[in-house]
């Protein structure tokens, strides 16, 4: 553990606690963040000099693909992916390689580079955990967790059939501590089971083959138990007809399926200090809005649909999204959705792979690149970039690329700096197809983001939504020492230079972690103990036994037997359950 | 009996005018483990003495050591890439990368190249007087590599998992080809005097491949564009494609062919519009 750390005179964003480029010293023992260290401390202390630059929370990416089944099908299936991108090995550094879907060490150096301190694998397949856990377990730096997807279990759609909600709660909360992760994800409700099958869905009352449960009745059921386990975080939806022109239509529709259902976080955990309420008050978390939002019929007439549905989130508190932006380049695209990656497959040729991961779920792994000369890419990015300036409280919104979906992780300095200069956004425009302006808003918005809007999309508001601000996302007394360094004098930022903007936040000048410095100027100089989360949720034992026994009972047809099915605690780095619900 | 005769027009060489400085490396040991040797460039010897020179490291294994380890390093490098010729005097097929990514110049080997000799080269020459392994000239874009010997297989092709090969400069071959040769390939020239085996030019999107010689199998499949010339038989002529004419007298950008040819085009195993031309000497191919 590390000892002290005092980063001195810098301008802090900490949007938790309404602190807006202020100039404070912030002081860190024993790897949590303290109000002052005594006179004997600081001479121990390390000390950063951060005068005139610009200091902000560790950062946090709620929604990315890092471990698992499909990043490493990603893997395997690109070889090309690795040979041009590598990293070599140092005394204290592994070696690593891979642009889009790096190995496991050089994507936590990477974050770390850029300044992040923590990220959600943002989708683990039940009889995959084991392995994702494996990866997460590898990856050096980073503190992480994972959403368990089940927007097309056999055991939920089975229950939500019958109308057994409370085996249905049971089982939830038993599969998150079988499987050691942290939130529900749900990906193309009901409709992923119909492509075992060789289908799709595509509206929200169709029901499934076998199971006849329709997406309506997956999404309520999900966010409804999700407030009754009382979770950390809103489930995190990826709407069905994904990538379909005309999908934002079902999008939005969906979204007002869990208006009403009362959030209720229920969380034995201390609070770090923040001077607004940590509590979650959404209900549900829709994940790459901008891929879910073309409107027109087809690939010829698609424009964006963005407009409406950020109308709607506009209007509604109960609604958070991240925004999954295509920054342009190389991508490797990988879902749970399966349908969605045949449909790109036979859109582009290109290599592919699809998975039913019996019972449980499916997947599909497809290389792709977004070119500025072709019309409907220019449009994604347009799109990505609305996603986040047409919603008007930054509080409802999160930046990510879905990486490596709309383009790999290490292209955030480039999304940042579109959000906050509207002379690059120009600058992009005169590059790229016309289809981006002609077919989108964003070229009318001439909003920039501040330094504090940045701090909350990256940092303050990830953390908040899952549920993560005891500890994630603040510079509060009791927070973790995670803060981000970047060389920028917010008293002389000039939002027209961005190639300056590019350049800090590609390496930020020093992220630290726990209170020691990981990363300076983009160098990897320590690596500290990583953690990982997962929610321990408690139920009556009774609702357990019952709902054990329906499993058992189905785990006749399953290839592995019962007793190997979880995931002991030895596969996880630095475990840290998150007791929820209270009941011991 | 390859019937189709070939004649070259102004094959660009991409010979440097003006004088050169010559650098020999003259190999001092038997080597066990490969060398990595991306290094030996003109572009990375430009401007260095032979001390410098004998500095450079390279990679075998796990480890790096400096050049002079392995050579001995005689003459100084000219001012710039394209003044700086290399001469490898001894037989280098336990070298690989040898002029990789080069821009300019020329590098001589008198004897035989390691595996992806002249990878993605942009520019200059390279001369390989005995035979070439593996991956000559994978994704070159520019300049010529001169083999005068065999080559081994993928020579032009896209590297694994990519789409895209060659897409300019010119490969020549003074003997045969194995398998893969062009895969990928999107411009530029591949010319081979002798024969080549499966996979000639699999999923070809341009330029062009002339065999003097004959193919295995599976010419030209899954191709969508650019063109194949076959002088010799074809052993087993792959399905997706479509008889379109005879043709004598073929010219095709620099190069002209002269003798009797079947046309074709395909793949249509995979597109509707499969836009790749294969041209089969007549003679060599009766049954076709």
New interface residues.
């Given amino acids: 553990m590390a000892g002290t750390i005092a980063i001195k005179n810098g301008y802090v964003f900490d949007p938790l606690n309404e602190i807006n480029g202020e100039v404070m010293d912030i002081f860190v023992r024993d790897g949590k963040v303290v109000k002052e260290l005594s006179a004997a401390e600081m001479k121990e202390s390390k000390v950063i000099d951060a005068s005139g630059m610009t200091v902000m929370p560790g950062g946090v990416d709620s929604h990315s693909h890092v471990a698992g089944a499909k990043v490493n099908a990603g893997r395997m299936?690109?070889?090309?992916?690795h040979?041009k991108a590598n990293l070599q090995k140092t005394s204290l550094t592994h070696a690593g390689s891979g642009y889009t879907v790096p190995s496991v060490y050089k994507q936590g150096y990477d974050y770390a580079a850029m300044g992040y301190t923590t990220v959600f694998e943002a989708a683990v397949p039940p009889l995959e955990a084991r392995h994702t856990h494996e990866e997460m377990c590898a990856t050096p730096l980073l503190d992480m967790g994972g959403y368990l997807v089940l927007g097309n279990n056999f055991f939920l759609m089975r229950y939500f059939r019958d109308g057994d909600m409370e085996k249905a709660a049971a089982y939830v909360a038993w599969m998150m501590k079988t499987h050691k992760t942290y939130g529900i994800k749900c990906v193309n409700p009901a409709g992923v089971e119909n492509w075992a099958w060789g289908k799709n869905i595509s509206t929200l009352d169709e029901t499934n083959i076998h199971f006849e449960i329709t997406p309506r009745e997956v999404i309520k059921g999900l966010t409804e138990i999700n407030e009754t386990l009382g979770m950390p975080m809103p489930v995190h939806l990826h709407a069905n007809n994904l990538g379909h022109p005309g999908c934002y239509a079902i999008t939005k529709d969906s979204l007002k399926i869990p208006d009403g259902v009362k959030t209720k976080q229920n969380m034995d955990v201390e609070w770090a200090e923040t001077k607004m309420d940590p509590s979650r008050d959404r209900s549900v978390y829709l994940t790459h809005l901008m891929f879910n939002s073309f409107a027109g019929t087809t690939w010829a007439d698609c424009e964006s649909g963005v407009k409406d549905i950020a109308d709607y989130v506009n209007n509604r508190d109960h609604v958070v999204i991240d925004s999954g932006c295509t920054p342009f380049g190389e991508a490797t695209v990988m879902t749970g959705d399966g349908p969605a990656i045949h449909d790109l497959y036979t859109l582009t040729g290109n290599?592919w792979s699809n998975t039913d991961v019996e019972m449980e779920c499916g997947s599909g792994v497809l290389p792709f690149t977004y070119l500025k000369s072709n019309p409907v890419h220019s449009l994604q990015w347009a799109m990505g970039l609305e996603c986040l300036l047409l919603i008007n409280d930054p509080w409802k919104t999160i930046m990510t690329t879905d990486s490596p979906n709309g383009g790999p992780f290490t292209k955030y300095p480039e999304v940042m700096t579109w959000l906050m200069s509207e002379a690059f956004r120009k600058q992009t425009f005169s590059e790229c197809h016309k289809w981006a302006n002609d077919r989108s808003e964003l070229g009318s918005v001439n909003r920039e983001l501040s330094l504090y809007d940045l701090a909350i999309l990256t940092r303050a508001n990830p953390a908040k939504t899952i549920g993560m601000i005891h500890r994630k996302g603040s510079l509060g007394v009791g927070a973790d020492g995670d803060v981000t360094v970047y060389n920028i004098n917010p008293q002389q930022l000039d939002a027209n230079n961005y190639e300056a903007l590019l350049q800090t936040f590609r390496k930020a000048e020093y992220t630290v972690k726990d209170g020691e410095i990981v990363a300076a100027k983009g160098e990897i100089v320590s690596l500290p103990e990583k953690r990982t989360y997962y929610s321990e949720v408690h139920v009556e034992n009774e609702r357990e036994k019952e709902m054990l026994a329906d499993v058992k009972e189905w785990f006749r047809y399953y290839t592995l037997g019962f007793a190997n099915y979880p995931t002991p605690e030895k596969y996880l780095a630095n475990p840290i359950p998150i007791q929820v619900n209270g009941e011991r | 009996m390859t019937e189709g005769v070939l004649i070259h027009k102004n094959t660009d060489t991409g010979k440097s005018v003006g004088e050169m400085e010559e650098v020999t490396l003259i190999p001092k040991k038997e080597i066990d483990i490969k060398l990595e040797a991306d290094v030996i460039t003109p572009d990375s010897f430009a401007g260095k003495t032979s001390e410098e020179i004998g500095a450079l490291s390279i990679w075998q294994g796990p480890k790096t050591y400096p050049l002079s380890d392995f050579f001995e390093v005689i003459g100084n490098a000219g001012s710039s890439a394209s003044e700086t010729l290399i001469r490898i005097k001894g037989d280098a097929m336990r070298i690989k990368r040898i002029g990789e990514g080069m821009s300019a110049g020329k590098i001589e080997i008198e004897g035989s190249a390691g595996m992806h000799v002249g990878t993605g080269m942009k520019g200059g020459e390279i001369v390989v007087y005995g035979d070439a392994d593996s991956w000559a000239g994978m994704e070159i874009l520019g300049g010529l590599l001169h083999i005068k010997g065999n080559a081994g297989d993928h020579v032009g092709c896209a590297y694994r998992g990519k789409w895209h090969g060659m897409k300019g400069g010119c490969i020549v071959i003074e003997g045969s080809a194995r398998h893969q040769l062009g895969g990928g390939m999107d411009g530029g020239e591949i010319l081979v005097e002798g024969n080549v085996e499966g996979f000639c030019g699999i999923r070809q999107n341009g330029g062009l491949i002339v065999v003097k010689g004959g193919a295995l199998r599976t010419v030209g499949v899954e191709m969508a564009g650019g063109t194949i010339v076959i002088g010799g038989k074809i052993q087993r002529f792959s399905p997706g494609f479509e008889f379109v004419s005879m043709e004598n007298r073929v010219t095709l950008g620099e190069t002209e062919i002269i003798g009797e040819f079947k046309k074709f085009t395909g793949d249509y195993a995979i597109s509707k519009r499969a836009k790749g031309a294969l041209y089969v000497s007549a003679d060599a191919n009766p049954e076709l």
């Fill in positions: 299936m690109r070889p090309e992916d040979y290599k």
